[in-house]
């Protein structure tokens, strides 16, 4: 069975900087799907940031970028010119999908990231 | 109104009673899925509807009843639960169950009395 395992339960920053969020996970697949999910204090979870496992170039969206290291199942975010609005829970989640058969969706345990100003 | 809305909001019961939580998407999506999040535990994957039909079960208690009449919307019925239910249910909405984005509703706040 899958795992995803997120380390730091709480992190802050100061506005303006940069922080990098850790993930790792355990899987035997070698086709998967990798996300950062965002919940800010409001509750909806929004989607951050998307890596398919068979792209070796790290996905990158906007001040948000990932690193994915496929050998050592890691999948960090990292944050640049943090803002206060980024303060929320961020999920790292692991996808497999098996076609008609339905999917296997584990999501981390989260980390709560609160930005200083 | 677009997104994924999810209705109530709150819903506080006993553990005899029978309620029902709705989660309708204006996305023309046709994956449906419902999640708990619970405090301190990661979010678990309950349901998971393609096309309307049931792909996924994580072994969840039969208290826990999912209905998809069509693609749009997603109804979770609740008979005689525990306190341990009480959690935050979340919808969530993709294309084709695939590894699209899921698109989640502001959740339900469940309280077990």
């Known amino acids: 069975a899958q795992t995803v395992t997120q380390s730091q339960p709480e992190m802050s920053v100061q506005e303006a900087e940069t922080v990098t969020l850790s993930c790792t996970y355990d899987t035997s697949e070698n086709n998967y799907y990798l996300f950062w999910y965002k919940q800010p204090p409001s509750r909806q979870m929004i989607l951050v940031i998307r890596?398919?496992?068979?792209?070796?170039q790290n996905a990158t969206e906007n001040r948000f970028s990932v690193n994915f290291q496929k050998a050592a199942k890691s999948f960090s975010l990292k944050i640049s010119d943090s803002q206060l609005g980024d303060t929320a829970m961020y999920f790292c989640?692991?996808?497999?999908?098996?076609?008609?058969?339905?999917?296997?969706?584990?999501f981390g345990p989260g980390t709560r990231l609160s930005v200083l100003p | 109104e677009t997104g994924v809305t999810q209705t109530p909001r709150h819903l506080v019961m006993g553990m005899t009673n029978k309620k029902s939580l709705k989660c309708e998407q204006h996305?023309?999506?046709?994956?449906m899925y419902w999640y708990k999040q619970s405090a301190k535990k990661p979010l678990e994957l309950m349901f998971v509807?393609?096309?309307?039909?049931?792909?996924e079960n994580n072994s969840v208690p039969s208290r826990f009843s999912p209905e998809c009449p069509n693609s749009s919307h997603l109804f979770l019925h609740l008979h005689t639960l525990q306190p341990e239910d009480s959690a935050l249910y979340l919808c969530?909405?993709?294309?084709?169950?695939?590894?699209?984005?899921?698109?989640f509703g502001p959740g339900t706040r469940l309280t077990v009395l």
């Open positions: 989640a692991f996808m497999k999908h098996w076609g008609n058969y339905g999917q296997n969706f584990v």
């Open positions: 996305l023309g999506h046709n994956a």
């Open positions: 969530a909405s993709s294309q084709d169950g695939r590894a699209n984005e899921q698109f």
């Open positions: 509807y393609n096309f309307k039909e049931q792909t």
């Open positions: 890596q398919e496992a068979y792209k070796q």
